[in-house]
């Protein structure tokens, strides 16, 4: 999301006449966007907060923007106390109080009300910094604000306000505003991806959308995250399944493989009904792939409870598991009303644990990809290697000379491990 939000909002600073700097020391307007959703995020956004001090002492005239879920959607009195240097604050996803201090700053009578508006956009619009036209493959196109589900431990509610799904027609537009420029691969974005139009008044569903961004020619791939295991219907997975350009790969989070705990969790599903649904989308979508994320260390996780994610883990053989150690967050239910009794030395413990699991199981796998001839959509060249992925969401490297930037290629894949592939382009079987 922040990603999206800061590429949408270099694209408005450029129309107003600034260019991008590598150099922090040449900027007049540096901007921050921040992620709190565990202290670690927290902490690097703070300490890159206070490296820009020095920059501003030295140039009064520099302009610093804080934006994201540092600030939030009520604002952060404290942070905007500890950091005066700070000139303008941004709740996520809004660039228009940068762009107000900006135009009043430069005097001017008027500014364009869509460049402060976040969402509107026009099909002909430039919504990509101009070092990224033409040569950005994959972007982001969130769909959904904010989330009104919250789970106990999760900040990204309070910061991010309530749910609320964008225009359909604005999504479409954005996308063919983006494959204008270029974009071959659309991922949309959303804390619970699966609930886009279900709070628009029209009966609007993602599955209705992923259909009509499909018909976009020269759009390639469309992928969407995260889903959470109580939205995803069948109209969604056949959806899925009976599109060509929609990726067989679902982000569906599990968190936990203990029933208590997934109530403490509040997450509104059971490890059975998780079960279930990873077997009803494996039997909708052949050869789909399923990444999930999971939390240990959770207030009161026993080492049984964790065993029970272990084994689930072990069980369900997930293609990609995001680990994280619980980190208790202000605001939230879990910091205030559960103690955080699991030692760090634990957490790292289980997480481990978890981790040389799953190494193990998306090596094997990813080995049966040995041999097999896969499409591939080039993203970019990084130290002499091509870069791209699979329709499974699979990292895959080819070493060549050709010019493959956004294109699909076959590929034929020559070595594999736990995280990434390697490949070479079949060559081209002549007709004549
Ligand atoms: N809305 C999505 C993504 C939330 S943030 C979802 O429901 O999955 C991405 C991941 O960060 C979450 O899936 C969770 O595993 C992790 N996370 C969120 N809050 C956390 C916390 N307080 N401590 C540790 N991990 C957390």
Redesign the pocket.
Known sequence: MNVADSRRLASALEQMGYLPTRKPKEADVIVLNTCV??QSAEDKAIGRLSSLRPLKDNNPNLVINLMGCLIGVRGNQEIQKRFPWVDVVSPPSDPGPLLHYLTERAGRQQIQENQTKRNAVLDDELILPLEEQGKLVSAYIPIVYG?SHA?T????PAKRGIEHSRPYQEVLSEAKALVKQGVKEITLLG??VDRYGLDLSEQLTLAMLLRDLHKIDALKRIRFL?S?PNWMTDELLETVAGLPKVCPHIEV?I?AGDNEILKAMRRGYTVESYRELIQRIRRLIPGVSIAT?I?VGFPGETNTQFQKTYELLNDLKMDVA?L????P?KGTFSARKMVDNIPNEEKMRRFRLLESLQEQIASDINARLKGRTVSVLFEEKTRGRWRGRTPTNKLVFVDSQNQLLGQEQDVTITWTGPWSLIGTIEPVSSSG
Do not use: G, L
């Open positions: 959703v565990r989330c789970c431990y999760c900040i990204i804390q619970i995260t959470h989070p968190q994320d939390i995001h994280a150690r619980y980190s967050r």
